[in-house]
């Protein structure tokens, strides 16, 4: 199932050992809007459309092909109906196809799977045994693949929620090189120049400070696999902080072994571009949207006052006015309003 396309070792073994002129395996999901339809050798295309036009649903699919039973063209034809007959004839004998053996399986998560073989003359009774005793070995390769796309579709929902959240991360080995990083990661690395993947593969933050925190963390959880996690702040402007943790998953694959993860988070956005983000969704003043911004950042009023370069009087009179127009009740009910709204996604 790992081949592109799909199974093509095994369908065209398959085609060889029945001796027929081609061979096919259609899957599709119990929606039945989801399909997938690989072939070998040489013949009709469509048949996806020939086993289930007319019985979209699972109790009329049952209806026209009973679960593990070997089927014969003719008998497909007799139970289906016009679509049935019209593929035959229309798709089926003009590619030089008049006979063929079929078998439908079920997956218990909901997966359709079908098992064809095609000849350009009358197939015989060997060509049904031989798919009776592909069946259990169909059956476990549906289920292994019902499994890796569950498993995909939750990668990729896991994938959007840090994505969402501004998360990525990547894998370190014990000399603090990256073993493996996801998109969300490479993203942040490729627009900040507070951390970088280095010549040789080492994750560098830009601070040397912070690099020799980064080192020191790893080679403690190198060493202690249950050292506590450090977070580690590596940028202001974009926001973004490093939390470096001990890996609690190993895989059989070779290669570096990582050590630890580093989980890392980054905004978007600069901080001028949260202001002006801020005066369009909140409708501030941009002084005052410096001054949310700051505040969100969780700056007390004096410290906002004194990084802006107001008085604190002059900051108290803007918060005021911020509290208003954002409708928050005091700074931690503005730090909410603020990083729970749009610009959260922005």
Known sequence: MFEQPMWQTFLSRLRAAAGVAQAAIVVMAASGEDVIEVRSGQGGEGFARFLTEGHADESARLQLMREARVYALEEIVAAGGPAQAGFAADVLRPAGIFDLRAVRLREPAG???WLILAGREELGAAQGRLLALVVPHFRAALRAFSALERERAR?????????RMNFGWIT????CCVVDMDSQAESLLAR??????GPRGRLLPASPEIDRALTSQVRALAADPAARPKALHLSRDPWIDLLVAPVRLHGLAGGNQPVAVAYISGDRSSSA????QLVGLFGLSPSEARLAWAMAQGLGIAEAAAELGLTVETARNYSKKIYAKTGARGQADLVRHILTS???LA
Request: glycine fraction near 4%; charged fraction near 35%.
């Open 155 to 163: 990668a990729q929902i896991s994938a959007e929620a840090f994505r």
């Open 342 to 344: 749009v610009l959260a």
């Open 273 to 276: 571009d949260r202001r002006e």
């Open 111 to 113: 997966l359709d799977g």
């Open 172 to 175: 370190l080995d014990a000399a």
């Open 192 to 197: 900040t120049s507070a951390i970088r993947k």
